[in-house]
């Protein structure tokens, strides 16, 4: 959009004349004035709102002529930002696309009366009132005044690619020069020719090698229709290109939910048009050859972005290879409803006639319009008006319709998504039962609802809100029951955490069982939370677990409880998980000691997290994104949305990036109570998409620049204090988020000496050789170990089946007549099935006409039969039901053609019986 705003400044005189003056002169755009109609705001009398004289007089001054002026209501010509607010009339200048461009093809309409000819390219929106509403006490019926705005103010704006349109002579906006490079490459992907004007709904002239006029515009619909889809292509990449630019990654949820829907109906119409191939991300180099004048950016983005979307489009295709088939099938079923809801006998014999010749044409070689497709039939009995002829009260059965529960059934087996369905029933023009998904929907959650054996999670304690809000929550309990009865009648709740390990004279405010029960005393050994007015204790939040520690008597070194978790169970409050060594009551005091080392660790994870964000973010891009983390003191987890697998080298640079700024030792400063904007526009501080903030934050930043984010969570005081980061795992979380695991400190080194006790191991395993390290000595090790164990099983493999072919003059010697049919048996153990397979071919073509059946006993207790029959015999018997049958034998099943079977098994010491039981079989399956 092309705009701009005056707060004050100036007003409807000048804009008006600004926007004039840019249109239409010779020096700027030059567009003719015999081309451009304007409109202005007509006025309501009943809300108080006057007609815009002014903006009339002053379009007059300009140059316009007055009856290219007209004047439109409320809906049109008016603009408000809500119920109250600024608001104020709309003017607009319009463009006559020409009659070529008419809504109905040749009708020459006048302003106002076809809304394809005649376009917006320009709104100027006056901004003079403030609407406040005025609600009556009585009856409560609200009313609304307009106050002038002491500064009036301006938004004016035009369409980019409308006026590029305009200006390049153009009909339509993908067929300017913005467009156009696109829609030629989805056209080279796809396969597609697009060699006409996609925007003439039906074509001016009659085809004169088509037989009718209404014929040509069938075919020329079709013509449209795929058009469309390459358009769709074109701006749907466009589209894509730029948000993944921006950072946005495809997800189920806020803007990665439109961009996932923006690629996958790109990749819909490209399977409408026959690409069954990922494609889409070849079009991201088209958008940046295209664009990067104007967005150089895209120079050395367009690698990932191209990465993103062929990720995206093979993981829709997974969905696509199984569902897009279901999905048709069930539209072609709802075409097939509606048209056998026609009356054959009653269609005019013109219309038949016209249905027969689409047939010739699409290739269907078989003029009759039965042997049409449904979806053909019922695209082409729309357009051929035949549903308007048939009598009112049958014509709503001949519009198909998707039914609602089978589309929520595609939707719930499958995993088509909602909106893909509803575009993929818009594009084949039947309707889609809403009301009837909606209704299958709730039917399946009530059933979820049902079998679910779990419960709501309960609400918090009202104990706990009366301490958030600073009254006792005793206050209701008969006083006399507390041991210490000298309540404070106020009090505030502190951490302490940010700045100390100790909190010294804390007050136990409350006492609460496990399940949130008042108690006036904690009993010895049994656990229970407590809340103390002034805590160090960090609650478990932001993916950062909670401290741990002791409570001891008051100055000495006496510990009362052992503290093994805190939370925070609503905001404001800490709660500590105690198990206690002695009797504690309500309104005793004590000493909250942290746990020095466990929370040190935690620490230096935790800045580690914020190391590997910003580190991340260097390498792979700045679409990473925080996605979740889990900060424990020996180690830590870091989520991040990425579309791929992190590469080994990647990961070596990450830690080594991360690792040169822990040995920089930077100082980590924390900035407490920090306005929001504040901190996002000043600070530059990493504010997460979705997450909630409130009016102050707290900013966790380097000293040297290389991170700052928005943290609550306890750190290091400087980098160095880390020691050591080392990944340890990389992997996927679900589409589009990866995750890291990591350890510092102690960990680190604990992982490095046993590392280093492995490398020990295995430079006495494979001694490296001057000038190559212990590993690439291992790795050659073990593949020269792994080649070695390859042609060992080969030569055993060869022997086995060796063993087995000098069975087979054996096996034939011992074979059987069975009602005339010659049956051989062999036993061949730990042969693999296509070995068996190839003993089976080399039997038959012995015995030449015959049956045989081969038995093997197989690893892990497992049995495997193969039976053959000859050709010329599958008439009589048939290997799927006989080798069926031997395998019950040794308890298994299986099935096949009729001149070759398996089956399993597994009970091994069947197997000789059930050979000796083959014969008996044959001659009750021989017909």
Known sequence: MLGNFSFGDYFKREAIAYAWELVTSPEWFNIPKERLYVTIFEGDPANGVPRDDEAEQYWIEAGVAKERIHEYGLKDNFWQMGETGPCGPCSEIFYDMGIEAAETSGVDLPFGKDEARYVEIWNLVFMQFDRSAIVDPATKATTYTLTPLPKPSIDTGAGLERLAAVLQGKVSNFETDLFTPLIDSAAELTGFNYSFNPDIGSPTAWNPQLPTPELTEMIYEKERLNSASLRIIADHARAATFLINDGVLPMNEGRGYVLRKIIRRGIRHGRLLGQEQPFLYQMVDKVRDLMQGAYPELKDSASRVAKVVLAEEKQFDRVLNIGLKKLNEALEAAMEIAIHNFDDEDMDQRTLEQLCEVARLNGQLNERYEKLSFSEKYRTLLKSGYISTVHESKRHLCRAVLNGAKAFHLYETFGLPKDFIQDACHDAEVLFDDAGFEAARAEEQARARVSWKGGSQKSVSRYYSELQAGRNPYRTIAIGQMNNPSYPETFNLDFLGYKSNRAESARILAILSLDEKPMFEAIKNQNCWIVLDRTPFYAQSGGQIGDTGWLYSPHSDLIVADVIDSVTPIQGVRAIRIVPRDVLHVNDIVDAQVDADRRNAIRRNHTGTHLLHAALRQVLGTHVKQAGSSVHPDRLRFDFSHFAQVADEELEEIE????????????????????????????????????????????????????????????????????????????????????????????????????????????????????????????????????????????????????????????????????????????????????????????????????????????????????????????????????????????????????????????????????????????????
Request: aromatic residues 2%.
């Open 656 to 927: 080594s990036i991360v690792n040169r700024e822990v040995l920089a030792n930077a100082e980590v400063v924390t900035i407490e109570d920090v306005p929001i904007d504040v901190a996002v526009s000043e600070y530059h501080a990493m504010a997460l998409f979705g997450e909630k903030y409130g009016d102050k934050v707290r900013v966790v930043k380097l000293s040297d620049g290389f991170s700052t984010e928005l943290c609550g969570g306890t750190h290091t005081r400087a980098t160095g204090e880390i020691g050591l980061i080392k990944i340890v795992s990389e992997g996927s979380v679900s589409s589009g988020v990866r995750r890291l695991e990591a350890i510092s400190g102690f960990g680190s080194l604990a992982a490095f000496r046993q590392d280093y006790d492995v490398a020990q191991i295995v430079a006495q395993l494979a001694p490296a050789p001057e000038g190559s390290s212990a590993s690439e000595a291992f790795r050659a090790k073990l593949a020269a170990q792994e080649d070695e164990l390859k042609r060992l099983r080969r030569e055993l493999e060869e022997a086995r089946m060796k063993s087995a072919a000098s069975a087979l003059d054996e096996a034939m010697s011992r074979g059987v007549e069975v009602k005339g049919v010659r049956l051989v048996t062999l036993r061949a153990d730990s042969l693999e099935r296509g070995q068996l397979r190839t003993l089976v071919d080399n039997l038959k073509q012995k015995l030449g006409e015959g049956v045989v059946i081969l038995a093997s006993a197989q690893p892990e207790g497992k049995v495997a039969l193969i039976a053959g029959v000859t050709p010329g015999l599958t008439k009589r018997i048939q290997a799927g039901k006989l080798v069926g049958a031997v395998s019950k034998l040794v308890g298994g099943s299986g099935g096949g053609k009729p001149e070759i079977a398996e089956a399993g098994g597994k009970d091994q010491s069947q197997i000789d019986a059930a050979l000796q039981a083959a014969a008996g079989i044959v001659g009750e399956l021989l017909a």
